[in-house]
């Protein structure tokens, strides 16, 4: 295929950033990072 991998990032504050930025966007971050405001798809 010609699909290019998902971007990985240094830290669950970057992910959110990232998230936040670009909308229709889904991020996996720790528990420990999640903050007021995200909406959480799934909790393991």
């Known amino acids: 295929g010609k699909g290019a991998p ?4 240094a830290s669950g504050a970057e992910v959110i ?3 936040q930025a670009t909308p229709g966007t889904i991020g996996y971050i720790d ?3 999640l903050k007021p405001g995200l909406n959480v ?4």
């Open 31 to 33: 528990e420990g990072d």
């Open 41 to 44: 798809l799934i909790k393991k």
């Open 17 to 19: 950033g990232a998230v």
């Open 6 to 9: 998902p971007r990985e990032l």
